[in-house]
Nanobody
């Protein structure tokens, strides 16, 4: 399984961006797909996750109500729609896949098996 994240860029505060994570290979119903981010000088942190078995989602408190994770089965792609962006959302965003998570949530880096290369998001004030 290979992941490719894209869609980052420069946006003004209050604006929106949609990140995409294209997955090559089969996504089984036990997968959990996640987005993480890493700001300069900080550790990588959980942003959002989507459980493939039932399409339910989880997100960090810092992005609740602003970011939405979703999927397109036909395109084998996971999205992160980011609205009302703030300067503190500036980071490199990574998508990741956890191969076996039929229940519960994977919110820690070590729980994920595959990672994309990251796409940079810069939010100007």
């Amino acid at each position: 399984v290979q992941l490719q994240a894209f869609g980052g860029g420069l946006v003004q505060a209050g604006g929106s961006l949609r990140l995409s994570c294209a997955v090559s290979g089969r996504i089984s119903s036990n997968y959990c797909m996640g987005w993480f981010r890493q700001a300069p000088g900080k550790e990588r942190e959980f942003v959002a996750a989507l459980r493939w078995s039932d399409n339910t989602t989880s997100s960090a408190d810092s992005v609740k109500g602003r970011f939405t994770i979703s999927r397109d089965n036909a395109k084998n792609t996971v999205y992160l729609q980011m609205n009302s962006l703030k300067p503190e959302d500036t980071a490199v965003y990574y998508c990741a896949a956890d191969r076996f998570r039929p229940t519960g949530w994977a919110q820690m880096q070590y729980e994920y098996d595959y990672w994309g290369q990251g796409t940079k998001v810069t939010v100007s004030s």
